[in-house]
Every structure is written in C-alpha cells, then in structure tokens.
C-alpha cells in the first residue's frame, strides 16, 4: 500500500510521521519516500537497467548528501561499482563519436558486459545486439591495484622500469614540468617491459590482452614513454637506472582492502598527452578532451607513464580520518599508464580484445578536484566511496 503523505490531524494540521517502509519492486523500482534517511538495501537485481533503477535510492535532493545511508550486501555494492564504470566507458565512447563526428550507425556503441550474474537488459531488447570485442585504440589506462607486501615483485617491476628507460637514453625531448619525455621508443621494448611487468591480478590491466593488441593492431608504431615526478623530493626518490634518481610521488591508498594496495586514482588528466608539449597539458587539465587534442595534433604514437611512487606514502591529516591510509611497502612501486596509439585501417569500429575483467574500483582520471603533478602539489583528491559501515555512502 502507498502511503498518504498528506495525513492530517482532527485540527487539520499535517501530521508529522516516522515511518518504516517495508517492500520489494514498488519501493526498490521508482517510489520516492520524501525525507527517506536511511535504507536497508537487499533486493539483488539481474539487469543493469533495473539495478539502475534501484540506484535512485541514494538521493536526488541537492544539498543533503551527507545525511542519507544506506546499507547493502557486498554483492549489490560491487554491482553498482560495475555499473559506475560501464557508465563511464559509454560517456567516453560518446565524446569519441562526437569528436570524430560519427554516428552510432558508423560506430557500434559497445556497453562492457559483466562477467557474472548481470545482463544488460532483458533479452528482448538484445535483438540487434552481439557480442563484440572491445578496441584498446586511443584508450587510456592506468594500474590502480599494486602488491604491498610482495617485495620481489616490486623489485622485479623496479627492474622492468630501469631496462625500458635504458632504451629510452638518447631519445629525451625537453621536459614538460616536471615529467621527462622520450620520443620515438620501439614498439619492442614497450612489449618487452609489458612482458616483464607484474601487473595485479584481477586489475584493469591485462598483460596478455595489451600485448596481443599491440601486436596485432601497432606492431610497428613508435612509442613515447614519459617518467613523472615531484619538483621537491618530500617523499624521497626512486632509483631509475639510466636517468638516477627521481623524485618519488605519493598515492596513499584507500584503507580497505588491506591485502594489496588500491590507489583509485594514478594519472592526472594531463598526463595523458604529456609527450605532445606543455601547451596540450594545459588544455586537457583547461578541459578539453585528450583524444580530440592528441588527434588534432595528428599524435600516432603511443604513450606509455612510468609512476615511482614512494613506499613512504601517506595521506593528509584531513584524508586519512576518511578514507585513506598510509603505504606500508617494503621497496617504492611502479604505476603505469597507457594511452595506446589509434589503430590506422578504414574500419571505425575495429575490434581489439575483450576486457571482462571487473576492477575492484572504477579508475579515477578527470576528477576536477585532481591536482596535477605539473603544478607541484600534491595529489589528495578523494572520491566518494560505497561502505557497509556507518557514515559511509
């Protein structure tokens, strides 16, 4: 039964309730309870649009935020983390199309599928629909899962680092900021150090699915590989080899989980064109889009971001009452970032290789409040995050 927000009293005055709401599709597909604070959310859903109909649940008035909490399985927690990033990936593939100026008739819109329990929709809508692979062309990613107490894989990562940019030597442009940039690295050793790389299982990043698209798609493009750093030395350095010590960068992880290391968040928005000039970074981190600025300025190559990011890392006071901790790592870790080069045939919608694999957490790149490494501050964006304690939305 829906309730009768508008009760009054015998005075005529409206009456002023508490009220528990107990029920299942009504209250979990669409009724809105006015002043609802606190939900019990338990109700699994098998498709995304219907999970996204529940999503309504966490708010819709501005300025009460923080007040609303919300209880939920782990599993309904993890499904609507999924979600936040197949959402994302569409509105990036949209600002694709809109930028190249196709449209979805050309251009397939692909929506990631889950690799569990979730379908997109029900199968009637599915009539046009097929499976497909998904490009790594133009693509931007980044690690954000790292081993924390694994120290030989660290050191092997250190390693992997040191015999790329011993490939690099002679090959150094002028600096953007405080990153280093070398132009015109074979595609070899770019698929040498992937080859060598540990990266986290079960992480965005897939050695084997970027090693085969490389070789299928760019087999012969031209790398440029760039190593960002801090002005100031405040976390120590990093030993890279063949260009000596850098200085570290600090990512305090998030405190949960505490048997690896997840970040969140390694790249700033302008790193994803710091090979092209300091002028591109200043319009990417002004707000424009790092697949239009590397396509007007007819970038082919592909970049590939080396992160020395200090084992001293540590939040701000502010942060780690929140959601951060301090980086407990025996050696100082290796983040990488990618930007793979566009894939040059005729077909817009070339296919690369299938990513199933779900991160524990939806990478963060173009967080407004991210401080870029260029300006020489640090790093302390926090984005909201799902708990199952309280005060956690």
């Known amino acids: 039964d829906r309730k009768d927000k508008r009760r009054k009293d015998a005075d005529g005055q409206e009456q002023i309730e508490t009220v528990i709401a107990v029920g299942g599709s009504t209250l979990s597909r669409g ?13 699994a859903a098998r498709a995304y649009d219907t999970l996204l109909q529940m999503g309504r649940w966490f708010g819709y008035r501005s300025g009460y935020e923080e007040l609303p909490r919300v209880w939920m399985t782990e599993r309904i927690r993890d499904d609507f983390g999924f979600l936040a990033q197949v959402e994302w990936e569409i509105r990036e593939e949209m600002r694709s199309m809109e930028a190249r100026g196709v449209s979805p008739f050309q ?25 497909a692979q998904i490009s790594f062309s133009g693509q931007r990613h980044q690690t954000i899962q790292f081993e924390e107490k694994d120290q030989a894989v660290q050191l092997a990562n250190l390693e992997a680092a040191r015999a790329l940019l011993e490939a690099c030597v002679g090959s150094e442009s002028p600096r953007v900021g405080n990153t280093r940039v070398f132009h015109g690295i074979g595609a070899n050793s770019v698929l040498t150090f992937l080859s060598e790389y540990s990266f986290y299982p079960g992480g965005e990043l897939n050695r084997s699915q970027m090693v085969d698209w490389i ?23 990093v030993d890279l080899g063949p260009i000596g010590e850098v200085n570290a960068l600090a990512r305090a992880p998030l ?21 092209l000039g300091a002028d591109a970074v200043k319009r990417v981190n002004s707000g424009d889009d790092y697949q239009t600025v590397r396509r007007q300025t007819h970038a082919t190559n592909g970049l590939l971001v080396l992160y020395p990011i200090s084992k001293d890392s540590q939040p701000v006071q502010a942060v780690e009452t929140t959601s951060r901790r301090h980086l407990n790592s025996p050696e100082h870790l290796i983040g ?41 501050t640090e790093n302390d964006f926090v984005a909201p995050e799902f708990s199952e304690r309280p005060g956690g939305v």
Do not use: C
Not at 256 to 268: A, D, Q, R, S
């Open 31 to 43: 009724l809105t309870l006015e002043g609802l604070v606190v939900s019990y959310f338990a109700r």
């Open 215 to 237: 070789r299928k798609f760019a087999p012969d493009r031209p790398w440029n590989v760039a190593v960002v750093s801090r002005a100031k030395g405040r976390f120590g350095t």
């Open 255 to 275: 405190k949960t989980p505490t048997e690896y290391v997840n970040i969140k968040g390694l790249m700033t928005k302008g790193d994803a064109v710091a090979d």
């Open 336 to 376: 990488v970032g990618i930007v793979f080069p566009p894939a040059l045939n005729d077909d817009i919608a070339e296919d690369g290789t299938f990513l199933a694999v779900r991160p524990d957490w939806a990478p963060e790149f173009d967080d407004s409040d991210e401080i870029s490494e260029f300006e020489d």
């Open 107 to 131: 251009y397939g819109l692909r929506v990631r599928a889950h690799p569990g329990n979730l379908a997109i929709t029900s199968k009637s809508k599915m009539y046009f629909a097929q499976a």
